[in-house]
């Protein structure tokens, strides 16, 4: 009886050991079949001639070709072998066709796509662009469908959602250059917040919170200006009517929210080599797949390596190639506006205008629903744009968007793919003029010793100034009248002071921002580092952007400990900032209690008079710096109106009641949750990246495990982190580079947290703990011919 037993539960541990083991064998498979390979040759049809890649140790593909066309075609066939699914994404989102593989969660999305139409903007910039930029697009495409045609095994991501990719199309890369331009712009999502504050508030508040310069603020460009600036405007009269609800960011696979960025960029004069010294850090989410694919393009007309957008041929967010080295920063500009429509009472398809109602361009479009057939809607789309108020919360109703983007001359690929082949500033800014939707900074250096930079955002110029909020759209009075010409917009060549440098602040004093907010503590903690001495060597500059000393703290710190300095109940707490260097390290604790203490100053000082959801959408992204200026504008006047509690209508609070009451919150809360000891509070324990794959949240596992990183959202090193998860960090460097022009085989680049998409791929997640502690890896731009692993493309036999 007992062997019995013994057999049987022999047998069922067997049994369950075999399950197990097929289980994990057929896991594996299922990840691994997809993979490619990095050695050996490929036939590949539509290859005029052979064309070699070398990928070095982290999956950074070198692709030599002999003709533009050969280039551009290898680029996209291998960035679809380890992006194809993230491309996928970003076209079915400017497509509207998310739904296709997503079903019905992703409806919405696709009404918000569809009615601003992003594709058909997409389809008129392709008929619009340079025979020379088509030749690329046309080649890429080509290149991407030729792995689509091929491919065996497609990501698992497909056999997991039950679908697959569609031809490729050239609009489906315009689209990709099109979200990115949308993505860097601010006022789509700032002025229905601002908006709300007016309905909320009031106008004579919302007129306190509208841009601030600080005094001193270091702008990009060298200027005498040191007195503070603040927006004016004169607000519309307009009905309070209600909104459809507090402005949020649409559910979306592909990352929508915009993020700092910063550049640093020295001299010869500045350095010890003689020779510049160029640091590019956009920050935007570290994802899974990485928003950047890292690539070195060499054949025909261009040896260009850096940060490419899967979708788009070319190198996109920072780059060099050969002569000259690029990086982008979130430029902040106000070029886009919300008009309100007047509708025929007798006719909903006509709107009011000066000349008398005028019929609104109707648009049908289908929207495919995995597995429920179409849905249909109508996108109506008067003189000032599509009218988004169903798509758009927070916006009153009948309200059209007005931006240069969707006007079918975008540019983002055109001006690209121009800097790609530069050779000198002239050159630089020829390209960077055919740019209009995007709102951003570009740093340059080249290898004859010159430095610069190049403001770009096509400003608006309007009829009655700014319009910080939703303006009424008959009479015409709001409406923009033309731009303000490239040749306008702030540039520098070789400042005197012998370093250019942008932190996403104001470019240079002008009437002409608009509603721009603009960011200034970490440029002042760059000033502080850049006049400590006269010249720096190439580890100096690489430690500035890792640089975490914080200017925020510089300036509250002593305000802390000056109202709560004499409270028995905070003594130990406040003891421990007495002596911090206001650095935002993983060991501080004082780095955790600063940052609970300005989350709390701010709902502390804000909830009441402008509402827990507007401040709770402030918080998010790049927009947590906009009440963060409002506090330091307005903490020197301690008796200011901003600082009152108006739920206590007998007592009139004060700054230092705001300072005070926030200390015991931050307090309270860390106590809570790390324990009183404030020796425990390291920062690094509770700011943290979980780096998240698209589906990660039904598959856990493809997400990666969390990650110390050092800074917050108002350091050079940054790290933003989410106020409705403290202190869950959600964006930081997104792409790195560092040039070295005294020695181009010193460069280093990063994108976090690998090359491939493709999980248990090698290169799936290599980079992340590189990423986290501020590391780069080697570029090999000058040797990459000599990198070992292989594979030869050669062109196919055409069936």
Same mark, same amino acid.
């Given at each position: ?18 399950? $197990? ?8 498979? !299922? ?86 139409? !992003? ?31 091929? $491919? ?561 959202? !108002? ?85």
């Amino acid at each position: 009886m007992k062997s019995k037993k013994t057999r049987a539960l022999v047998i069922t541990l067997s049994v369950i050991l075999a399950v $197990v083991l097929i289980g994990a064998i057929a896991f594996q498979a !299922f990840f691994r079949l997809p993979l490619p390979s990095y050695i050996g040759t490929l036939q590949v049809n539509g290859l005029k001639a052979p064309v070699e890649v070398r990928t070095d140790d982290y999956g950074i593909p070198h692709i030599f070709a002999q003709s533009n066309e050969d280039l551009f075609f290898a680029q996209g066939y291998i960035t679809a072998r380890e992006r194809m699914f993230e491309m996928d994404l970003t076209r079915l989102a400017g497509r509207g066709e998310l739904s296709t593989l997503f079903g019905e969660r992703m409806i919405e999305t696709d009404k918000y796509f569809k009615t601003l139409g !992003f594709y058909r903007a997409a389809e008129a910039e392709y008929a619009n662009i340079s025979p020379e930029t088509k030749t690329a697009v046309d080649a890429y495409t080509e290149g991407v469908n030729a792995y689509i045609n091929s $491919v065996k095994y497609l990501p698992s991501e497909y056999t997991i959602l039950g679908g697959k990719p569609q031809a490729w199309k050239p609009a489906d890369s315009m689209v990709g250059g099109l979200l990115m331009s949308y993505r860097l712009n601010s006022p789509r999502g700032i002025k229905p917040v601002l908006y709300q504050i007016y309905l909320k508030a009031g106008p004579e508040m919302l007129k306190k919170l509208l841009p601030y310069i600080p005094e001193g603020a270091p702008y990009i460009s060298a200027t005498d200006s040191n007195v503070p600036a603040y927006a004016q405007t004169t607000l519309p009269e307009i009905e309070t009517t209600a909104s459809s609800g507090m402005y949020s960011e649409i559910e979306c696979p592909v990352p929508l929210r915009m993020r700092a960025s910063n550049w640093m960029i020295f001299s010869g004069s500045r350095t010890t080599t003689g020779k510049p010294v160029f640091t590019g850090s956009p920050d935007l989410e570290a994802a899974i797949p990485s928003l950047f694919y890292l690539v070195h393009l060499k054949g025909g007309d261009y040896d260009v390596i850096g940060g490419s957008i899967p979708g788009l041929p070319g190198v996109h967010a920072l780059g060099f190639n050969g002569r000259m080295a690029w990086s982008i920063t979130v430029g902040n500009g106000d070029n886009l506006d919300f008009f309100t429509e007047t509708l025929n009472p007798a006719n909903p398809d006509q709107y009011l205008t000066e000349d008398g109602y005028k019929d609104f361009q109707i648009i049908d479009e289908p929207i495919k629903v995995k597995g429920k057939g179409y849905q249909n809607i109508r996108v109506k789309v008067s003189r000032h744009g599509p009218i988004v108020s169903e798509v758009m919360r927070g916006l009153p109703s009948d309200c059209a968007m007005l931006w240069p983007g969707l006007m079918g001359h975008d540019g983002t690929v055109e001006g690209l793919l121009g800097l790609n082949r530069a050779k000198n500033f002239d050159e630089f800014r020829q390209a960077l003029g055919k740019v209009r939707g995007g709102s951003v900074h570009l740093g340059y250096a080249d290898i004859d010793g010159n430095i610069g930079y190049q403001y770009i955002t096509t400003f608006p110029i309007r009829k009655s100034g700014e319009n910080p909020i939703p303006v009424p759209g008959e009479k015409g009075q709001y409406d923009w009248t033309g731009f303000i010409p490239f040749e306008e917009h702030p540039y520098e060549l070789n400042p005197a002071k012998g370093y250019v440098a942008s932190f996403n602040q104001t470019p240079e004093p002008g009437d002409y921002y608009g509603t721009a907010y603009f960011i200034f503590e970490r440029p002042f903690r760059f000033e502080e580092m850049a006049n400590a001495r006269d010249k720096f060597t190439v580890d100096d500059i690489r430690a500035m952007q890792n640089d975490v000393g914080s200017n925020l703290a510089k300036r509250w710190s002593p305000r802390i400990l000056s109202v709560c300095g004499g409270d028995q109940s905070l003594t130990a707490y406040t003891a421990i900032l007495k002596d911090w260097d206001y650095g935002i390290t993983v060991e501080s604790p004082q780095a955790t209690l600063f940052n609970s203490f300005t989350a709390h100053l701010i709902r502390n000082t804000l909830y009441d008079q402008l509402g827990t959801e507007i401040v709770d959408e402030l918080f998010k992204d790049l927009h947590v710096s906009i009440p963060t200026q409002w506090l330091i504008r307005y903490m020197g006047d301690n008796n200011h109106e901003i600082w009152d509690d108006i739920s206590t209508a007998a007592v009139s609070e004060t700054c230092d009641d705001m300072v005070l009451k926030s200390m015991k919150d931050a307090v309270a809360e860390l106590s809570a949750r790390l324990g009183g000891d404030p020796r425990n509070w390291a920062w690094g324990r509770v700011h943290q990246m979980t780096i998240k794959h698209p589906l990660g949240s039904v598959l856990p596992f493809l997400n990666l495990s969390p990650l110390t990183y050092a800074g917050d959202d !108002f350091t050079i090193h940054a790290g933003w982190w989410d106020r409705a998860h403290p202190y869950d960090m959600y964006s930081g460097a997104a792409v790195r580079i560092v040039v070295d022009m005294s020695d181009l085989s010193n460069m280093t680049i990063m994108s976090p947290p690998g090359q491939s998409g493709m999980y248990l791929s090698p290169y799936y997640s290599d980079l992340a703990e590189t990423w986290s502690k501020g590391g780069q890896v080697p570029a090999h731009y000058t040797d990459a011919g000599q990198l070992k692993q292989v594979l030869t493309l050669e062109p196919g036999q055409a069936e």
